[in-house]
């Protein structure tokens, strides 16, 4: 949907899109004001908060907001903290000098106006500001995005950031469905807005957590929007569950899908982390679709057998992931975690990461989880119960691990650098940025 009948594919694919929110005639004058301008091309339009937000969800690189479409200040502030464009805010007549002031902090907002705004005069700055932040962002991939504070708060109330586990190893069979369920249980537990998303085919969630096999991931990618992800949810307690595949003949197209169609992993991370999600568990498969949920995460769980084996599946695994899809993913160093599964008589864990460095050269990524081998985890799934809710001695070896990554003094760990917190004060409401 171009906006200018002279425009060809290339100046469509340069202009700054724009996301124009509010009343109907507002609109129609705003649209006007920008449509005979090349630079521009306003992709969408929102009269209500909730399509705005549905729409923010695809990051137009501009949103002009009528502030007026907000029944009050809260939720307008909440939707303006998560967009990461430059936004230009018209605040009603009415509005204090210390409103505008205190929407002019929101880091993305560029301009804050009092009951009109001329975005024909506007024009050029606003062009200014997009290019600068496209560069911006270029130069800094998704990292700002990754690492972008959430409303998510931690035992304690402490912010947490953004986590987005992919729980994986190349090997089949080893545990990472297990330990994907209860890690990501075990969040939603602890408070954090939590979902779970499973990627097997046909997925072992709905048999192991006694859920539907429908809806599932293709229902969300027949609908690839927060609305079509509401709709595709499954509830164990207070975990919001996605259901991986019904069957490999899905799974095959999702693995042929680029990852930034509307549809893909990294998509739909996107948008959960949109709808206010703190932590995405990814239940990677050992298939080729795993390159889609280690491209969306921050964060990775190789689960591995305490075996001579398990180090060689797991030192592989790691070196796919630093080697060779290097600068396709978003996963520190420091945000890599191995979890042995199914300890017991066999190799211990000092012995495990003696070998596994051994093997890579350099010192491995640390063990902090020794998950024992119990015959009541298979139990309880087969009577579709949470091997965490049934046996001491695993919810202990789970224990470490969630610490790691869900407690507030944990959650500093793989974040690089911009962990610089800000607060302001904005209608009196305090906001930690
Ligand atoms: N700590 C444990 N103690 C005992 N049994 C376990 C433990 N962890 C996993 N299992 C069992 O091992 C089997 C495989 O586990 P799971 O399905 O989690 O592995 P996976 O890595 O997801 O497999 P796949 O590669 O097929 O997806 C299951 O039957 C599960 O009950
Ligand atoms: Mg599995």
């Known amino acids: 949907m171009w906006n200018h009948p002279g425009m060809n594919l290339q100046q469509a694919a340069d202009a700054v899109t724009v996301l124009l929110a509010g009343s109907i005639p507002r609109l129609q004058a705003w649209y006007t004001a920008l449509a005979a301008d090349a630079r521009f091309r306003v992709a969408m339009q929102a009269s209500d908060p909730q399509d705005l937000k549905s729409k923010l969800v695809t990051s137009p690189d501009v949103l002009v907001l009528d502030a007026g479409i907000y029944p009050g200040p809260q939720p307008l502030l909440e939707d303006l903290t998560r967009y990461h464009g430059a936004a230009y805010v018209l605040l009603p007549m009415e509005a204090s000098r210390e409103a505008m002031d205190s929407v002019a902090q929101i880091p993305c907002v560029k301009g804050v106006y009092k009951g009109e705004m001329n975005l024909v005069g506007m024009a050029g700055e606003m062009y200014a500001a997009a290019q600068a932040q496209r560069q911006a962002r270029m130069s800094a991939g998704m990292e700002a995005l990754w690492n972008r504070p959430q409303s998510g708060m931690g035992a304690g109330g402490a912010p947490l950031g953004l986590r987005v586990v992919a729980v994986w190893n190349q090997a089949g069979g080893v545990g990472k469905t297990t330990i994907a369920t209860n890690l990501a249980y075990e969040a939603a537990r602890r408070g954090l807005p939590t979902l779970l998303v499973g990627m097997g085919a046909p997925d072992d969630l709905p048999l192991i957590l006694g ?223």
């Open 211 to 433: 859920l539907k096999p429908e809806p599932n991931l293709n229902h969300w990618r027949a609908n690839p929007t927060a609305e079509g992800l509401k709709l595709a949810l499954q509830k164990v307690d207070t975990l919001d569950v996605l259901a991986g595949f019904p069957d490999v003949l899905s799974e095959a197209r999702a693995i042929t899908t680029p990852l930034d169609a509307p549809e893909s992993i990294p998509k739909l991370v996107l948008t959960a982390a949109y709808m206010g999600y703190a932590v995405i568990v990814l239940d990677a498969p050992p298939t080729a679709l795993a390159s889609a949920a280690l491209a969306a995460a921050n964060t990775l769980v190789l689960v591995a057998r305490p075996s001579l084996e398990g180090v060689m599946r797991t030192v592989e695994a790691y070196r796919t992931v630093v080697e060779r899809l290097a600068g396709e993913h978003h996963i520190p160093a420091a945000g890599v975690y191995v979890a042995l599964n199914r300890t017991g008589a066999r190799m211990g864990a000092d012995e495990w990461h003696k070998a596994a460095s051994a093997l890579l050269g350099r010192p491995f990524p640390p063990v902090v989880a020794q998950i024992p081998d119990e015959p009541k985890v298979g139990e309880a799934q087969d009577g579709r119960k949470l091997p965490l809710n049934v046996s001491d001695g695993f919810a202990r070896g789970v224990k470490p691990l969630a610490d790691a990554l869900f407690s507030p003094q944990g959650a500093q760990a793989p974040q690089n650098g911009s962990n610089g917190k800000k607060s302001f004060e904005i209608f009196g409401v305090r906001v930690k940025v």
